[in-house]
């Protein structure tokens, strides 16, 4: 049983009280109440609301995985891979089946640097979280064939656009064979503008088993690299060893 099909039957069983008294206030609580929950259980991951959601990895082992969401970028992929090539550091890059499409060399070259290349859905609407689940899984199918054509490999993991959710991702991403990972470090570097700043942020969350959520789309190229060469600097000088996905997960 889910915490949302908990939340559900506490609430149909106040709601039932609620009218064999005739108290609509209470039942007008008991509704208020439940839109809350599931809203907060919709928008924020680490509260495993509707499954499984994947948002940290082994925390006695100082390790670390950095996650790339929204590639591949050409005006920033390239630069990237050759930053994490140089220091010799794996990555997941959570990359959106279209912008696959339209770069499959740039998924190739993600691959070939050693790294996971992961479901991030096709179109990346911001409208996912009100798909049925036949349409999210067709979604993610299509996102699986493109990453395999591409790059000749098939995703394990499925990363919902904005890290929305509710019961149909779960049923979805299994019927896809996908895990579902959200993250328990969230840098905001699409918000917050100066590199040192998202580091800092990171670094005031840091621990081991840590996934961190990053961006390689829609990010200015210079600012990306700034944040990534400080980021491992930081994790660097604090002893944490920086791991694939699959290998913190493991
Ligand atoms: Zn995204």
Redesign the pocket.
């Known amino acids: 049983m889910t915490r949302f099909h908990f939340t559900f039957a506490t609430t149909i069983l106040c709601a039932v009280i609620a009218l064999t008294l005739g108290n609509f206030i209470f039942l007008a609580a008991v509704i208020l109440v439940f839109l809350l929950v599931v809203g907060l259980g919709v928008a924020i991951p680490q509260l495993h609301f509707f499954g499984d959601f994947i948002c940290r990895g082994d925390s006695t082992k100082k390790c670390v995985a950095l996650t790339f ?2 590639g591949p970028d050409p005006r920033s992929t390239p630069q990237l891979l050759a930053l994490l090539s140089e220091r010799g550091v794996p990555a997941t890059f ?1 990359c ?1 089946g279209q912008r696959v499409e339209a770069q499959p060399q740039l998924a190739a070259q993600i691959r070939r640097g050693g790294h996971l290349l992961e479901n ?1 859905s096709y179109a ?1 609407s911001h409208f996912t979280n009100f798909y049925s689940t036949a349409r999210l899984e067709k979604e993610l199918l299509q996102t699986q064939a493109v990453i395999k054509e591409a790059a000749g490999f098939t995703p394990g993991y499925f ?1 919902p ?2 890290g929305l959710s509710n019961p149909n991702t779960f049923r979805a991403a299994q019927n896809a064979k996908l895990k579902v990972i959200g993250w328990s470090i969230r840098s905001l570097d699409t918000v917050i503008k100066n590199p040192q700043a998202i580091v800092a942020r990171i670094k005031r969350g840091l621990h081991p088993g840590a996934i961190i959520l990053l ?1 390689d ?1 829609n990010i200015p190229a210079e600012k990306l690299l700034a944040t990534v060469k400080s980021l491992l600097d930081t994790l660097h000088e604090l002893g944490y060893e920086i791991v694939r996905l699959d290998e913190l997960l493991k």
């Open positions: 969401d929204d959570f959106i991030h990346h990363r656009p904005v961006h789309g």
